[in-house]
């Protein structure tokens, strides 16, 4: 079982990236899946969250509004659109499935390998 993130990079403040989370190992079909991040320093944080079916979805009142999470359950593959990057959305992002993830709680069942993204002023 394999979550595996890419995408990150390093980008000016105000543009865009978008980050995909690919799983091996099994489908997740019946999981929500999202993403965190954790900046230098700072414990990791909920970003984002798509339920199985891709019609609900939840965002960290930092990222609303710029930020959209979507998936293709073809391909088994999560995506974090990032519009409006700022400097403090700098972190480690990391992908995560698990079937309680649209819970207050958002603990994951799985966690996938993280991706840096760095914004720069």
């Known amino acids: 079982v394999q979550l595996q993130a890419s995408g990150g990079g390093l980008v000016q403040a105000g543009g865009s990236l978008r980050l995909s989370c690919a799983a091996s190992?099994?489908?997740?079909?019946?999981?929500?899946r999202g993403w965190f991040r954790q900046a230098p320093g700072k414990e990791r944080e909920f970003v984002a969250v798509?339920?199985?079916?891709?019609?609900?979805?939840y965002y960290a009142d930092s990222v609303k509004g710029r930020f959209t999470i979507s998936r293709d359950s073809a391909v088994n593959t999560v995506y974090l659109r990032m519009n409006s990057l700022k400097p403090e959305d700098t972190a480690v992002y990391y992908c995560?499935?698990?079937?309680?993830?649209?819970?207050?709680?958002?603990?994951?069942?799985?966690w996938g390998q993280g991706t840096q993204v760095t914004v720069s002023s």
């Open positions: 995560a499935a698990g079937r309680n993830l649209l819970l207050p709680t958002r603990q994951p069942d799985y």
């Open positions: 190992g099994r489908t997740f079909s019946s999981s929500a």
């Open positions: 798509i339920s199985r079916s891709g019609g609900t979805t």
